[in-house]
Nanobody, 119 residues
Framework: QVRLEESGPGLVKPSQTLSLTCTIC?????????WSWIRQPPGKGLEWMGV???????YYSPSIKSRISISRDTSKNQFSLQLSSVTPEDTAVYYC????????????WGQGTQVTVSS
């Protein structure tokens, strides 16, 4: 059974960089799957942010492409999100997820972590 655990600060100041890590338990990051970050702002729907695929190549949502970076640490079985120049509009529950290597549909999710952008 794959389990994903998000970790990182719950409060980030405007203009700073939001950094989150997802630890993978019960599965290997080097696999045929991809690994995604998805967020849900308050009162809004889910927003796909990006994915790192089995080869370690990252793909991002066009709306945040200039601010986002997704990377992986194979020695720790983790992948990470960095989102720069945050504003209060980046306040959301952030989820990491395992996704199908072809369709990028999520099949396992972390429990989510609340990140608030505020001074």
């Amino acid at each position: 059974q794959v389990r994903l655990e998000e970790s990182g600060p719950g409060l980030v100041k405007p203009s700073q960089t939001l950094s989150l890590t997802c630890t993978i338990c019960g599965g290997q990051i080097i696999s045929s799957y991809g690994w995604s970050w998805i967020r849900q702002p308050p009162g809004k729907g889910l927003e796909w942010m990006g994915v790192i695929d089995y080869a370690g190549t990252s793909y991002y949502s066009p709306s945040i492409k200039s601010r986002i970076s997704i990377s992986r640490d194979t020695s720790k079985n983790q992948f990470s999100l960095q989102l720069s120049s945050v504003t209060p509009e980046d306040t959301a529950v952030y989820y990491c997820a395992r996704v199908d290597g072809t369709s990028w549909n999520p099949d396992y999710w972390g429990q989510g972590t609340q990140v608030t952008v505020s001074s």
